[in-house]
């Protein structure tokens, strides 16, 4: 396969987009206006003696120089927070939570994470099928009564908060309705096993994933119908209805074929906002992921966790982004040569 | 090879360029307005932004701001809409039809800094990557890219957790983190502009880099930049009420997302108060929805090709 | 019996303003083994009669008169019946062939494609049949498993044709075959479709903006102007004793070989083919004239047989054929 130089180009920009990520990562929550030992003990009502701050500082390396290079003086310094932050980064190690005491961060990390991945996983599974089908359908027979609903109903929700439809959804099936639980993972000490687990775990599950299923299925649409109508313009298309193809093979064997290239990094670029869209609706349902702890994080002033959790998601986006470069050479063979 | 003749341009009538550029302009105002007229979406989302501007700008002469004031206010707490209070009340009695009124001035104008902000930083980085070309384009698409990776929300949430809460933050933090979307786009725009020959004209007349960019070059992106900026003002919009019911929000000023947040603080979801949760909600709604249908209708005016379809 | 007939062929395209008239009235035949060369300049009608022939125009695009190929009536049919005839009966060669091909598909498969829909070939035979027809337009055989990228212009060209060739279309529609292409692969392009006309006693309809293309390929020409047939007859006629102005301004700029005066005074034409959305009243072509008369303004002439197999729409040549009837071209 000659997509190999291709493959190892977009490889080599994903490490370099790591770098910046983590660069930025570390610069960012150095940039804190005030001090540091103050906002980690801030708000906890706890009163540090002079040596137990000494020591904190001590503990969380903030003795040493930021960089491993200083101008006044000019000294180079092997030890110094980069270095450091770098090197626990790459080892997995974000040291203790403030807000879980006891607790490392990457502890506090997984166990948020399955919740997340359940509920961002199935909504992305979900919009992108039902996204992609509306826009097939609707960029190709454009101005049809399914085109113009999608149209107006991807107009709708693309303008609407995520949140404010999670607590209107809430209001409405949990408050007045009574169909589904307020919010949460699964009903608290029920201890339900088998499939009344799971049955349990999807009814906490349903509204959280609608709302962000309807939230971003419309741009989805989007995507998939304009880059569909771009292909439809082109002139093979016009080739391929002249030899007589019947008009869904026109469609599925060569349109949609050619307009998915387009649409998949578009798609993958859009993973952030999901991820974004996840924090809001999480804090709305009370769903204990990575979003809610984000939340948490953020109120009580957990910048360690907070940092962890901001790492994960650049890394989550560069990954998706990667993905769909790789899908792209895969089924495009124009990369191929080049 | 004798070739039949490919449209010429138009003769040239002798009148001062100055003045040909006048006419010109005013012409294509007129046109620009004729074709939008008939857009039943613009028209609409038009209709929409004037209402909610004069909502804005009238607000003092609407309703008084005591009625912001807990301490100040009367009503019932949490009462449904009646006659007295259109839109109900708040937990502590303050009408929802006030709290919006005032709300939509902060969104606003949030909504239309934190653009501006963006637009700038935007238009600046994508008109110089897709003049220049080379190491500074490289470089500034890199940059660029780099930004389209971090996620948004996430990004937003963290810059705005270290910087504090104030207006001017806020706008910054939205502003500054959103300009990629428009830098690339703009470089494309641009660098579709370069290779007409006119450009190359306007150089060889000895035009300084600068002068071209934006003598040049920034009037014939300028309607993509329009586009995309009311684009971003719904995405501004979004973005403060998201903050804002993060709790990120500037806490002194009554925005829509802060009474949504507000709202939610204080248990409106389980006390099933639809009117003080669905009212700004409706309003953020529409305010965005509003610009995006005016953004929408403009890009078919600025791209024939999207009108053709 | 002629392979195509054109009757009254009218099309106009949907914009924002309303329909836009791009083909006004239009009639032509073209016999078994003929090539009958369409020119004009772009956006005079001839490229939008090239796929209204087989119904490609865009949605929204309203055709009226009646277009009979191979004997089927191709307004009249339904869409199914229609996509029979697409390839079968009529086939496409798409202008440069940049774009014609899809992208991601093997060009094998693109050729195998329209074999087995119309149930020519399938299976190991179509693909045989399919490298010995890109055998057939000077391409080797192994190159049915690569894409069209990874072919020159010119190339692309040829895998065109050799598609265009696959169902044995009584009537190959060539739409600016060469126009995209530079010079010597145009020459090579050119020389193979005459050829494989020659070779396989092809109809054609050949159009394009390039006049000397025409005259090497062409039996009949006919020349379009704002929508309308100017003027019609057997190629080596028109170009040599153009009558109509429009014919006589575009054969005057071009060179007929071996004379040198013909290139030292090429008779421009003033102006721009008018905005089909503001036709000129009377005949079409009146503002740009050199001979044009008062009552060109008035009226749109009709066409004139002047002479047997000759026809054209001007006034002037009115007074000599004024007993002859009106005729189609």
Redesign the interface.
Known sequence: MGGRRYVIRKIMQALATLVFILLFNFFLFRIMPSDPVKLLTKGKGVQLTQGAQEQLIIDLGLDKPVLPISLRPLALHADNQLFQYVGDTLTGDFGPSLLFQGRSVVDVFLTALWPTLLLVGGATILMTIIGLYLGIRGGWSRGSRLDTGSMGFSLLFYSMPDFWLAMMLLVLFSTYLGWFPSGGYSTPNADLSGLAHIVDVMNHLFLPIVTLTVGYLGEYYLIMRSSLLDVLGEEYITTVRAKGIREDSVLWGHAVRNALLPTISQIALGFGFILGGAITVELVFSYPGLGLLTIQALDSQDFRLLQGLFLFASVAVLLSNLAADLLYSWFDPRVKEA | MATLAEPASPPITPRSPKAVARERRKISRHRFWSIYRKSVMGMAGLAILIVFVLMALLAPLLVSSTGLDVTKVSGPALSPPSWAYPLGTDNQGRSVLTLIIWGSRISLLIGLLAATVSMVVGSVLGILAGYRGGMIDTALMRLTDWFLVLPWVALMIVLAAILGQSLTIIVLVIGLTSWAWTARLVRSQTLSVRERPFVERVKGLGSSDSRIMIRHVLPNVLPVIIAQTILSVALAILAESTLSFIGLGDPLRVSWGQTLEQAFDTGAVTLGAWWWIGAPGVCIVLLVLAFTMCSTALEEIFNPRLRQR | MSVLEVRDLEIDYAT?VGPVPAVRGVSFDIEEGEVLGL?????CGKSTIG?GL?R?LPRGAQTRGRIVLGGHDILAMS?ND???????EG??I??GAQ???????RVGDQIV??LA??KIADGKEADSRAASLLERVGLPPRRASD?P??FSGGQKQRV?IA?ALACEPKLVIADEPTTALD?MVQAQVLALLAELQRDMGLSMLFIT????VLAEVSDRVAVMYAGRIVEAGPAAQVFTDPRHPYTQA?AG???TIGDESDLQT?VG?DG??PDPRELPTGCTFHPRCAQAQARCKETDPPPVAFAPDRVATCVLLEPETASVARTTP
Do not use: C, K, N, Y
Not at chain 3, 99 to 105: F, G, Q
């Open positions: 924002s020119a004009g300049e772009s956006g796929l087989l490609l869409p229609l996509g029979a005839v697409r390839w079968t086939s496409i798409f202008q774009h014609a091909l899809d992208p991601v598909i494609e329209a829909t119309h894409f990228h990874e065109m598609m010079v903006h390039d006049l000397s575009l700029s071009f060179p090429p034409l721009d083919p």
